[in-house]
């Protein structure tokens, strides 16, 4: 059979991380001892009590019908605790949908709001879902370089007018993947009066507001600034904050209008999250936050080996506030992807080209701080012994 493609899949670039993977396996096959700083997936365990919680839902026979809809009641309402306690946000439970993990809210949210020829307003270098939703429904990206000098902030002013009368989506991720980077309050706010200028949803992608490093500057939400749910909803999920990322477990959140456009559009592609998934999600969220803690003091000291490592080396990197990426600027002369190939080849280590991730990635690698402070300091001393 000759199969012919959707027009829309051949537009796809080939998913990035896939690609990586497939790089990795070839160089294990080789018998190389690998270090896999590449995918951002927690090598950490789910916490046990959370585990508990799955094997004793599992066993009741409600949860084994069709979930349906926008998610249990007990899920958003324990969604709208920890919102509260967390950001000092108020919701309400009509005010979140349950998701199979944020990918899947993130690539549909644009199959209720966008038509071909819309533009959707996307950060670069950035998570490439974004993308994906626009092109599965003949949007066009618009892409906002996120640049060191605008501390990797997208620059609202520089983009055209025409551009953004034309928007209907403005996608955001702070902490951000893959500068590591926080947004300040400020930047919230000028972003809310250009989503009400031009009438453009806001999508809040905060997959990493509980992976900080200073317990006396959090992440804040989008949502806790005056305005914000008039325009717009965030993403959260359980896969980074509760090492979670198989379960495929997460929410979006905030204007309702908006959040029961993306239940709408779930109600015609699945039939919701597992129930026993969401029992497990409601002790994760509502349980001691201690297990939390105690992982940010392990990415803590791994940040700290490996920034500290490569500093050492005379690489130029930042100590990153949030989130468990390392962006570091590649050697002098050489591009990403020739950086990335030689930690590869020379050093069986496994990263991600900043350019992957989008143009302005370009001279940069990010390291994602999934393996043991042991591992990281073997990398550290691998990579001393490469010749640049
Ligand atoms: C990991 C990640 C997510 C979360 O993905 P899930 O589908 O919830 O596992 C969302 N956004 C970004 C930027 C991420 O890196």
Known sequence: MALELSGKLKKLPPYL??????????????????ISLGVGDPDLPTPPHIIKAMHEAIDKPSNHQYPFGA????????????????????????????????????GHIHLGLVNPGDI?????????????????TDGVSYYMPLLEKNNYLPDLDAIPVDIAKKAKIIFVNYPNNPTAAVAPKEFYLKLI?????????????????????????????????????????????????YNMTGWRIAWVCGNKEIVETISKVKDNYDSGVFGA???????????????????????????????????????????????????????????????VS???DEA????????????????????????DVKRIEEACQRIAKIKW
């Open 193 to 241: 009066d250009f989503a009400k200028k031009y009438n453009i949803v806001v999508a809040s992608d905060a997959a990493y507001s509980e992976i900080y490093y200073d317990e006396s500057n959090k992440p804040i939400s989008f949502l806790s600034l005056p305005g914000a749910k008039d325009v717009g909803v965030e993403f959260h999920s359980l896969s980074k904050t």
């Open 277 to 339: 998934i969401q029992e497990a999600a409601v002790i994760a969220l509502t349980g001691s936050q201690d297990c939390v803690e105690a992982q940010r003091e392990i990415y803590k000291q791994r940040r700290d080996a490996l920034v500290g490592g490569l500093k050492k080396l005379g690489w130029e990197v930042n100590l990153p506030q949030a989130t468990f990426y390392v962006w570091a600027k590649t050697p002098k002369g050489y591009t990403s992807s020739q950086t």
């Open 342 to 344: 030689k930690l590869l």
């Open 17 to 34: 991380f896939i690609e990586i993977d497939k790089k990795k396996n070839q160089a294990k096959e080789r018998g190389a001892d690998i």
């Open 71 to 106: 998610g249990m009641l007990k899920f958003r309402q324990a969604v709208c605790g920890w919102y509260k306690s967390r950001f000092n946000v108020d919701l309400a439970p009509d005010e979140v949908c349950a998701l199979i993990g944020s990918k899947e809210g993130i």
């Open 348 to 371: 069986a280590i496994v990263s991600t080209p900043g350019n992957g991730m989008g143009a302005s990635g370009e001279g940069y690698v990010r390291f994602a701080l999934t393996v």
């Open 120 to 136: 959707v307003l996307i950060p670069e270098p950035g998570y490439p879902v974004y993308n994906t939703g626009t092109i599965f």
